[in-house]
């Protein structure tokens, strides 16, 4: 994500009806102040003057607190686009997925 833009984070919860959750950023990492997450919509807004290379941001379950999910996000000053494969995909309970992400552009981490 590009410094001083903003990110909507989308999450599925599997096995349970209410796909609600709460969205934070990972405790004991020191951003500045204009980097924050709405806890409701998932909107992940970087600082402009960020100095962290990622944000890590965390989806836990409004159902079941022992479920959550943590997503690591690199902050570059500049970005042509971002090419991420594959582009839509589903995780079952107890499964995974990686993804593939190439930043093209001046700034790629």
């Known amino acids: ?19 609600t959750v709460t969205w934070s950023l990972e405790p004991g990492i ?25 944000i890590k941001v965390i989806a836990t379950s409004t159902v079941d607190k022992t479920k959550w999910g943590r997503e ?18 589903r995780v079952y309970k107890g499964g995974n997925k990686q993804f593939k992400a190439e930043v093209i552009g001046p700034d790629n981490p």
């Open 1 to 19: 994500m590009v410094k001083g833009g903003t990110v909507e984070f989308r999450w599925e919860v599997l096995g349970t009806e209410d796909q």
């Open 30 to 54: 020191y951003y500045k102040s204009g980097t924050k997450i709405d806890p409701n919509t998932g909107v992940l807004t970087a600082a402009t003057d960020e100095t962290e290379s990622f």
């Open 72 to 89: 690591a996000v690199a902050v570059v000053s500049s970005v042509t686009r971002v090419d991420v494969t594959p582009q839509s995909t």
